[in-house]
C-alpha cells in the first residue's frame, strides 16, 4: 500500500527556517515527480514546489522562490522542502505529493500525504 509520511513541521519564528521531509514507500519512487503543497486556515490548497523524477528539474511556485529548495534521494525515496526566511504567509498544513506532468503542465496527483503543521510566529 502506498504511503507518504511527511515530518519535520514545527513552531519557528519569523525569519527561521525549517526542513521538511517526506518518506515513501509502496510505489516506484523513482519514476514519479514529487511536489509539496499547503493549505492555510480558510484558504485553498496551493502548489508549493515540485521536483522531476530523477531530480534533474524544480519548480517553485513565485511566493516561495528564492526562499524554499526541494530536492531528492530516490535511493531513500525521500523529498525534502527546506524552507528558509520563514513569513508569518506561510503558516499552513504541507503536504507531499507523488504524481506526474500533465499534458497542460500541471501535476497528476496520484498520492496525497497526511501533511505536517508549520506555523510560523513572531
Known amino acids: 500500500q502506498v504511503q507518504l509520511v511527511e515530518s519535520g513541521g514545527g513552531l519557528v519564528q519569523d525569519g527561521g527556517s525549517l526542513r521538511l521531509s517526506c518518506v515513501a514507500s509502496?510505489?516506484?519512487?523513482?519514476?514519479?515527480?514529487m511536489g509539496w503543497f499547503r493549505q492555510a486556515p480558510g484558504k485553498e490548497r496551493e502548489f508549493v514546489a515540485r521536483?522531476?523524477?530523477?531530480?534533474?528539474?524544480?519548480y517553485n511556485a513565485d511566493s516561495v522562490k528564492g526562499r524554499f529548495t526541494i530536492s531528492r534521494d530516490n535511493a531513500f525515496k525521500t523529498v525534502i522542502l527546506q524552507m528558509n526566511s520563514l513569513k508569518r504567509e506561510d503558516t499552513a498544513v504541507y503536504y507531499c505529493?507523488?504524481?506526474?506532468?500533465?499534458?497542460?503542465?500541471?501535476?497528476?496527483?496520484?498520492?496525497w500525504g497526511q501533511g505536517t503543521q508549520v506555523t510560523v510566529s513572531s
Open positions: 505529493a507523488a504524481g506526474g506532468i500533465r499534458y497542460d503542465g500541471k501535476l497528476r496527483i496520484d498520492y
Open positions: 509502496g510505489l516506484t519512487f523513482r519514476t514519479y515527480t
Open positions: 521536483i522531476s523524477a530523477a531530480g534533474s528539474s524544480t
